[in-house]
């Protein structure tokens, strides 16, 4: 698996000037390190740290949205970006019960939301990027909102090897975006396209399914295959993590060049 699954390589030529984003070519967040170690957090929010600017994609009802703005302090602030109404408020009633102040949500759809350029020093979307048309845009758009030197976490599922589109279909079930599992190359080349220069997976989960449902798509050997940990068959739940650079280039300063053509 190793193998496969390759980290985005440093770009050499980070030094190079173009113009685009609200801070311009070599604008940064003014060092600032993440990694603040919240004990008893999940793994995923390890890269927060008291003050941050949060935008969190495909909020829904607002549960990891409020944990993230208590693990930022009174002092950060949390987005919840959602295109739901019925979520929507949902989540602003759990934030009104708990009497969250550092929190926000906002309807939009997460290919065009609602937040200016480089405000976020964090990105979140956790199993919201494969239920999405265009991945693409979803990706532009994270990149046009973190700050430079931030981050964008991407927590989703991915294939290895070829997985039948019918076995996926119903493994949907289970996690909606299963049904959007694509190859691991594929999903990270969004991210890779658009200018994200530094990073990769970070996390690597095998999905269990059951038996009576690789049944119906897969021979006894690669039911087999597919239930050994140690295979490249299968679903599997990744979190990408990928840093925005700090200096913009021609090769990562708007790097997708295909976004604004009709």
């Known amino acids: ?30 060092g ?27 909020s829904g009802t607002g549960r990891d949205t409020v944990e993230m703005a208590r693990l930022i302090g009174p002092e950060g602030k949390v987005i919840g970006i959602d295109n739901s109404e019925q979520n929507l408020t949902a989540a602003r009633e759990y934030v009104s019960t708990l009497q969250v102040p550092n929190v926000e949500f906002l309807q ?20 919201v990027f494969n239920l999405q048309s265009d991945r693409q845009k979803v990706a532009d758009e994270m990149y046009r909102v973190v700050d430079h030197n931030g981050y964008v976490c991407v927590t989703d599922f991915v294939t290895i090897t070829e997985v039948p589109e019918d076995l996926k279909a119903e493994a949907s079930s289970i996690a909606g975006c299963i049904g959007g599992a694509e190859n691991v190359e594929t999903f990270m ?36 295959k597919y239930n050994d940990i140690n295979s490249d068959d299968g679903i599997f739940s990744v979190t990408l993590v990928v840093e925005k650079p700090e200096n913009c280039s021609a090769d990562t300063c708007c790097h997708n060049h295909d976004k604004h053509k009709n």
């Open 108 to 127: 939009g759809d997460i290919t065009a939301v609602p937040v200016e350029d480089e405000f976020a020093n964090v990105i979140y979307a956790s199993c």
């Open 32 to 58: 600032h390190q993440h990694g603040g170690g919240h004990e008893g957090a999940p793994s995923r929010y390890q890269l927060l740290q008291h003050g941050d600017r949060v935008v969190d994609f495909g």
């Open 189 to 224: 080349n969004y991210f890779r396209k658009t200018g994200f220069t530094q990073g990769g997976i970070v996390e690597v989960q095998k999905v269990k399914l059951p038996d009576e449902l690789l049944g119906k798509y897969l021979t006894a050997e690669m039911i087999e």
């Open 1 to 30: 698996m190793e193998s496969e699954i390759k980290t985005v390589e440093q770009n050499e030529n980070a030094g190079h000037s173009c113009g685009c984003g609200s801070g311009g070519c070599g604008s940064n967040s003014g």
